[in-house]
């Protein structure tokens, strides 16, 4: 008889170390589920943060189209002016370069 309860302890033993094991099992492996989880998370928030960050620079670098555009507008209308001012001032100094006979 000893031999049989030997035997039910062993099983019982058995038992508990396999509802332990798959409890472990269930444990990790949920772990994982939420490691992944948490992973993907942070790879979503990296590609808002990159959007955002191109967004940004895209904005910051049509201002500077712009504004070199409207630099380089004012910087010829001046050389326009300048250039049409000499032009009078030369004609007007040196009238006897520009009679023609």
């Known amino acids: 008889m000893a031999r049989i309860e030997q035997t ?3 099983e019982n033993g058995s038992k508990d170390g396999l509802r332990a094991a798959q409890t472990e099992l269930r444990q990790m492996t ?3 589920g939420a490691l992944r989880d948490s992973l993907e998370q ?6 808002r943060s990159i959007q955002a960050v191109t967004a940004e620079a895209n904005s910051e670098n049509q201002h500077l189209k712009t504004t070199i555009g409207e630099l380089r507008d004012g910087c010829e209308s001046r050389m326009a002016v300048m250039s049409a ?3 009078v001032e030369f004609r007007q100094r040196l009238p006897w370069l520009l009679h023609v006979d």
């Open 8 to 10: 039910s302890v062993g």
């Open 30 to 32: 949920d772990t994982v």
């Open 42 to 47: 942070l790879r979503l928030e990296k590609d």
């Open 85 to 87: 001012a000499w032009f």
